[in-house]
Structure formats: C-alpha cells, structure tokens
C-alpha cells in the first residue's frame, strides 16, 4: 500500500500576520556574500576572490519565541498544574507516543467567529464523520475563527485524547470575542477556558495547523514531535499527517 506525507504546517516568515505585532517572528537573512568577511577574517591572507564564486555561506539569525509557527504547547504553557494538582510538565518531558497516533478531523467552519463549540458539538460532529472517539478553516490567526470550550476540550480529554490541534492562532476562541463576553458576565472561567482544561486532565495542542483541509475526516496518523527546549511551555515542530 502506498503512503503519502501532508505537510501541516505555516512557514516562519517575515512580514505575515501569524501573530500579534509584538510577537511576530523576525528574520534576518545573511547571504553567501553578506558572509565573506566573517570567513575571511579568520584566514590571513585570504581574499574573496580566492574562493569558489567568491562566497562564503548562508546563514539565518532568527528572533522567536516558542508559540511562533506550528508548534506544540505544553501543559505548562496552560497553568503550573494539571491532572488536579500535579506539577505541569514542560515541553522536554511530553511523552514521545503522544506525539505520533492515529488523527481525527473536525470541522467547525461553518461557525461564526468568536463562538465557543460545547461538548455535544463535537460528539455531533464526531458522529457525523462516523468517528467513535480538531477544527479548520480561516487563515485570519490572530481574530477569526471558533474556538473549543472547556466542556469541548474535557469531552476529548476523558475519552484519552492528549494531543489536539487547529489552524487558528489559539485553541480558545479568540480574545477580541472573549473580552466582549466577559465584559458583559465578569466572568472570568470564560477567559482560555479550553487551555485551563489541561489543569483537570494534562494534553497538549497544535497551533497554527495548515492545509487541513487535504486530509480526510479520519484514517491517517499525526507526527508532531517538538523541539527540545529545556523547561519550555511550547517547541515547534514539523507537523505532518500520514496517509496509508
């Protein structure tokens, strides 16, 4: 049987509205020229023109922070706890089994932007896709989009999801529509409501997804391993699906 990759994920790059202005990513670019007088500079007597095309190298220097691109979050980008009480584990500690199985597609498009899925809206749409156990559509990170609710995310949760994803900018619905909510109740359990789940039942979530809308409703596995930081609340990663 053939297999074939999706890439599910956004580059990192210059000038796109991925993230607040504050926390875009920036890039610096410095090229096989740019280069020469760094590599120069440490042999005496080398000249430019001595080297093959008169170049150097290429090289990047980059300025991000962890919730740049597609990344995985950690529960301790959530709150210090999780599973009632135990300390929240950081992006190095996510179990690496949790990272590849088996994916699910769910589809909340049609939702306006703002609105909060409950639980049974997404044990409807489970059922509609004929999945027993999430979300994709708008490129508009930082102010579109749906988001999952507390009793959405725990729905999950309690059937032994720990990893779930969308392609918008939070899992939460954003918080231009959440403040209105909360200027009118005072309540602030509205606030990262889907986030703060993960101090009852600790998981993880991708941000920032892509191209979900190549992938079928079920029968492909996700690889979503994260980079490696040391005591971090996210770590991006190179996230795929793989269809059999």
């Known amino acids: 049987m053939s297999q074939s990759i999706v890439d599910l994920s956004i580059f990192l790059e210059n000038d796109v509205i991925s993230d607040p202005p504050l926390y875009r990513p920036k890039i610096d670019y410095i090229d096989h020229r740019m280069s020469l007088p760094e590599l120069v500079g440490f042999f005496p007597g080398l000249k430019a023109e001595d080297l093959p095309d008169g170049e150097a190298w290429a090289i990047e220097r980059i300025q991000l922070i962890t919730h740049n691109g597609t990344h995985l979050d950690a529960p301790y980008h959530f709150a210090s706890t999780m599973n009632h009480g135990e300390r929240a584990i950081t992006i190095d500690e996510v179990p690496l089994d949790w990272c590849f199985q088996p994916g699910v597609k769910l589809d909340f498009r049609h939702l306006p932007d703002g609105y909060v899925v409950s639980a049974s809206e997404v044990e409807h749409e489970l059922n509609r896709i004929g999945h027993r156990l999430a979300r994709y559509g708008y490129d508009d990170y930082v102010s579109a989009g ?32 959440t403040k209105k909510r909360y200027e009118e109740s005072g309540d602030a359990g509205l606030i990262w409501e889907g986030h703060k789940a993960g101090r009852d039942i600790g998981y993880c979530h991708l941000e920032k997804l892509h191209n979900l809308e190549s992938l079928p409703n079920n029968g492909f596995k996700v690889a979503c391993f994260p980079c490696k930081i040391r005591a971090a609340s996210a770590g991006w990663t190179r996230a795929v699906a793989i269809l059999e």
């Open 146 to 177: 749906s988001g999952m609710g507390y009793e959405a995310t725990m729905y999950l949760l309690e059937r032994g999801v720990r990893v779930t994803g969308t392609d918008g900018w939070s899992w939460d619905a954003p918080f231009i529509h």
